[in-house]
């Protein structure tokens, strides 16, 4: 029997899509932009600029807080976390400490288990630091475009024991942000950063006198990877006689361990007062209603209601619904279908090609002329192409194999990762092709023609 038991808490923050920064009427939209253009006084934190908050920003930080069932504070205020780091202009980062916009809401697991939710904050984010080698120096160069783009803090209760149950609470909280449509959460862009904090005790529902927090995650395999290895560290470390240091750890994904990066701050180490340039924030009567009927039928209640409604499999209910265009797309072609031939059922197809670019009434009227009975054809037997159709435009093989030659060409350094068996190389890869194609493409079509070339 293990006498230890692991107690994970999760910090993850997201940024918003709006369209500019949190305090400033700069463009937020920083990724892939030239470094350091995006940027003004307010950003920049230049004496005597005085930051003006999102009003935007706010009502889709209290929309999270809504769809993660928390309390709103009516009455709330911005504070100054103060603490000094090069991508932070300031010296301090402008965030909430006392008064969160949302406070002790939850999500339920499959297994029924409940994680709470402890606050719902909203904050900036800092600028960006790049670590690079020049003329044979190794230099840290600092990219403040992201600095002041509107972030939301997500803070979890210490409820988690295992890993598997961090990532699949991570995995909904993605999915939840981009149904309410208010941040896209690609984690490959660090639109959404992933935090545990991990400890072990001996005695269950008692915390223990430490905590490491491993930073800025940018994946929920890697998520779930650093918390087994923080397991397996700690323990190792308790057996031993001592106890943890209490850290900032990172994760290094080469090596498939964490490490040291500095000792852990408390509260008290910010020394958090209320921002003097902000007056407090009181939400209008109403406003909170208002907000609620904006939250739209959320994952769990739509997957639900596709079991109920359309007698669906909750396999094929759980593939239609984890994202919010598919569902819609789908009950797009059910409403079509019903509307042109509400009775008509044939025999399935089993040699079933679906046409590659579709749209719900041209897809309706296949299914309809094809002579498919659409309530028994596989969900997946369609969802391929659908998803294709719906989401991707078409690019000639010919220039594809071209532009992939190129970036081959052009990173040979990855390459040679990739061939030494670094999997996370052919994911760079991909990502620096669909820069040059500049549109949006079926990745696996990409992929496929990435692992030919290297081959």
Not at 161 to 181: P, T
Not at 199 to 216: A, D, F, I, Q, R
């Amino acid at each position: 029997m293990n006498k230890y038991t692991p107690i994970i808490g999760l910090e993850v923050h997201v940024e918003l899509k709006t369209k500019s920064k949190m305090f400033c009427s700069c463009s937020a939209e920083y990724f892939g932009k030239e470094p350091n253009t995006h940027t003004c006084p307010v950003c920049l934190g230049l004496p005597g600029a005085l930051p003006v908050p999102s009003k935007l920003a706010i009502e889709w930080c209290i929309r999270i807080a809504l769809a993660l069932n928390c309390k709103i504070n009516e009455y709330s205020k911005f504070d100054r976390k103060n603490y000094f780091y090069p991508d932070l202009a300031k010296g301090y980062q402008i965030s909430q400490y006392d008064l969160p916009f949302g406070h002790d809401g939850h999500i339920i697991l499959k297994s029924g288990r409940r994680i709470g939710i402890t606050r719902v904050h909203m904050e900036e984010d800092t600028g960006k630091l790049s670590h690079q080698e020049i003329d044979g120096k190794k230099v840290s160069l600092i990219d403040f475009n992201r600095s002041g783009v509107p972030l939301v803090e997500i803070v979890t209760e210490p409820d988690f024991d295992n890993a598997l149950d961090v990532k699949e609470y991570l995995e909904r909280l993605q999915q939840i942000v981009r149904y309410l449509d208010v941040a896209n959460a690609d984690m490959d862009k660090g639109e959404m950063r992933l935090e545990p904090n991990i400890s072990l005790t001996t005695k269950p529902g008692t915390l223990p006198n430490y905590k490491v927090e491993v930073k800025n995650i940018n994946s929920f395999k890697f998520v779930e990877k650093a918390v087994n290895f923080e397991i397996d560290r700690q323990k190792e470390i308790l057996e031993s006689g001592a106890t943890p240091a209490q850290e900032t750890r990172g994760w290094n994904e080469d090596k498939g361990k964490t490490f040291s990066q500095r000792s852990k701050e408390e509260a008290h180490d910010y020394r958090y007062f209320p921002e003097p340039d902000i007056p407090p924030i009181h939400l209008p009567e109403g406003a909170v209603g208002r907000l609620k009927a904006q939250v739209p039928e959320l994952p769990d209640k739509k997957l639900a209601r596709f079991e109920k409604e359309y007698a669906l499999p909750t396999y094929d209910a759980e593939i239609l619904t984890r994202e919010k265009g598919l569902a819609d797309y789908f009950e797009d072609c059910i409403q079509t279908i019903n509307k042109l031939h509400p009775k008509r059922h044939h025999k399935v197809d089993s040699t079933l090609v679906v046409p590659s670019t579709l749209n719900p009434k041209t897809l309706a009227n296949w299914i309809i002329n094809k002579k498919i009975d659409y309530e028994k054809v596989s969900v997946e037997q369609l969802l391929k192409q659908i998803s294709a159709g719906r989401q991707t435009v078409t690019i000639d093989e010919k220039e594809l194999a071209k532009i992939i030659s190129d970036v081959i060409s052009e990173n040979e350094k990855a390459v040679t990762d990739y061939k030494n068996g670094k999997e996370t190389s052919l994911m760079f890869l991909l990502g620096q092709t669909m820069k040059k194609i500049g549109k949006k493409v079926d990745t696996k079509i990409i992929l496929v023609q990435i692992k030919k070339q290297l081959s």
